[in-house]
């Protein structure tokens, strides 16, 4: 006849230890795998939104960024992101520049694409449709999800590369042409890859798809 | 080739991030906000700690304590203030730098512009007695640069008598003095004779320092200055045809 042992307090007190380790050990490594577990997306099918036409969906690795586009402060720069939009040209571009919690920067549609990056290039490339002239000359705050097209050193070198801010910036105001805002999945941006000792991303995250509402 | 590709990824990968917005702007590290909402927009900046700029790190300011600044922040600002935003726009000056003795070369001065960073430096320790017209020189400076077009030297040369001369450069003279001439004779100071720019610039300070009644009794008595008046005049009219002396 085979005793039944019972387990002793601190033997139980172990097991429950250990079930509570495993359990904790497994959720953070889902939690650290999957960087877009608590991040809202946003289906624009469910918004109503007041401008339609000037709606663009931005989709990235954590889901839909919803941005409106204000053509009426930059004309030039919202037409010529829309042309770009339209042509699915920003599909599979990275977001070669990205400082954490203060922008990401993407559309460097020469040497960031996904299929043909070059790290000692990104950040110079053209889109083929030539340099437009800044257009900072009307009131813009540049509070975050402000969505600005990005130029060399120098004004009037607009092309393709936009960034999108993650914190307020009340200095970029006249500097950078301001084509739109965020208005749904700031968070989202948030959590594009980042690093800590550069702006210049290594294997960085990359547009899936930038299209208008309709 | 791909090891020089691979050296300059390294240096990208490891550059220290500078997430810092006003040095992505105008170049300028250890700087901070002082105050941005102003009638005309102009951005002012203090240097949290020493700052050195140049190829050669030959240009250098220090911080500065905060009852000083707050105090030669009012003087500024008003002095600035003469400058509607149009204005500041043609000419390209959009933020002000204040810092204290600022230097090139090891040489004191008590600004330093810059047209294409759209920036002044200003020295705020600089000698008082002189610190608001200078002010207005180094604004002439931010335009001289930004319409070179407009300001001909050799024109200018011709307002002085045939036997005088101006040194090679402001700072290869001992011609300084910022104190105007009671009997200017052709110079409003003697730093006005060091160069022909320096020269202009002192001119278009006078202009906007003094009342119009000094400058019309300068214009009245010394025929070489009336001519540099007008032609400064004429010459900001150019740039900005609401702007009023």
């Known amino acids: ?214 | 080739m791909n090891l020089f590709k691979a050296i300059l990824l390294l240096i990208i990968f490891i550059t220290p991030l500078k997430a810092n917005t006003i040095y992505n702007l105008i170049k300028i590290p250890n700087l901070e906000i002082y105050e941005i909402n102003t009638k005309n927009k102009l951005k002012y900046f203090y240097a949290t700690s020493l700052f050195r700029l140049g190829v050669q790190k030959n240009i250098v300011c220090l911080n500065s304590n905060k009852k000083d600044l707050e105090k030669k922040y009012k003087t500024i600002y008003k002095t600035l203030s003469r400058y509607s935003y149009d204005y500041l726009k043609k000419i390209n000056l959009k933020y002000i730098v204040l810092c204290e003795n600022l230097s090139i070369s090891g040489i004191n001065t008590a600004g330093i512009p810059d047209n294409i960073m759209k920036t002044l430096i200003l020295d705020i320790k600089f000698n008082e007695d002189y610190f608001e017209r200078v002010i207005h020189h180094e604004v002439f400076h931010i335009i001289n640069g930004q319409h070179k077009e407009l300001f001909d030297e050799n024109e200018w040369i011709e307002f002085n008598n045939s036997e005088f001369k101006y040194a090679k450069c402001s700072t290869c003279t001992k011609k300084l003095g910022l104190e105007t001439y009671k009997k200017t004779n052709g110079f409003f100071t003697e730093y006005s004779k060091s160069t022909a720019s320096e020269d202009m610039a002192e001119v278009y300070s006078h202009i906007i320092f003094l009342n119009k009644k000094k400058i019309d009794k300068i214009r009245n008595s010394d025929p070489i200055l009336n001519n540099k008046i007008s032609y400064i005049e004429n010459k900001i009219k150019k740039i900005d045809n609401s702007f009023t002396f």
């Open chain 1, 1 to 214: 006849m085979i005793k039944k042992i019972k387990a002793s307090t601190s033997e139980k007190i172990i097991l429950i230890f250990l079930v509570i380790l495993l359990i904790s050990t497994l959720g953070t490594y889902f939690i650290i795998k999957n960087k877009c577990l608590f991040i809202k997306s946003f289906d624009p099918k469910n918004i109503n939104f007041k401008n339609p036409n000037n709606i663009a969906i931005l989709n990235v690795p954590c889901g839909n960024v919803i941005i409106e586009l204000y053509p009426k402060v930059s004309p030039n720069g919202v037409e010529r992101f829309i042309t770009l939009i339209k042509s699915s040209a920003y599909d599979d571009v990275a977001f070669h520049r990205v400082i954490e919690n203060k922008l990401v920067q993407a559309g460097d549609l020469e040497f960031g694409r996904k299929e043909a990056l070059d790290y000692g290039k990104i950040g110079t490339g053209k889109s083929g449709l030539g340099i437009i002239k800044s257009e900072i000359e009307n009131e813009f705050n540049y509070t975050k999800g402000s969505v600005g097209l990005a130029r060399t050193f120098k004004n009037d070198t607009e092309d393709s590369q936009f960034f999108i801010i993650l914190q307020d910036e009340p200095l970029f105001e006249g500097e950078y042409t301001p084509v739109g805002k965020v208005i749904y999945g700031l968070e989202i941006l948030k959590k594009i890859k980042h690093q800590r000792h550069s702006e210049y991303i290594l294997r960085p995250d990359f547009i899936n798809t930038f299209r208008m509402l309709d």
